[in-house]
């Protein structure tokens, strides 16, 4: 069955950067366009970034500039690289497979100012 594994959050002061990985298995990960998405406490869920089969990406404005999405078509894995991260970036962030709207479990960010 599909699966969608992330890692890679944790705490960090403003300023700082983290990279998340979200390893897919379960589907053929090159064909599909893979996305990361975040929850804030009291708020809904909101796209990030994505990325299609051929590499292009699509950014909210909020992280234009200080985040970078890619993926490792051979290790069947999506990466978020955060940089410049801000205390407003504190949320869980999530792995989402469009197609057939699969989530992984989520990994928490938290960034202190």
């Known amino acids: 069955q599909v699966q969608l594994v992330e890692s890679g959050g944790g705490l960090v002061q403003a300023g700082g950067s983290l990279r998340l990985s979200c390893v897919a298995s379960g589907f053929t990960f090159s064909t599909n366009t893979m996305a990361w998405y975040r929850q804030a406490p009291g708020k809904q869920r909101d796209l990030v970034a994505r990325?299609?089969?051929?590499?292009?990406?699509v950014y909210a404005d909020s992280v234009k500039g200080r985040f970078t999405i890619s993926r490792d078509n051979a290790k069947n894995t999506v990466y978020l690289q955060m940089n410049s991260l801000k205390p407003e970036d504190t949320a869980v962030y999530y792995c989402?497979?469009?197609?057939?709207?699969?989530w992984g479990q989520g990994t928490q960010v938290t960034v202190s100012s």
């Open positions: 990325i299609n089969s051929v590499g292009s990406t």
């Open positions: 989402y497979r469009f197609i057939s709207s699969n």
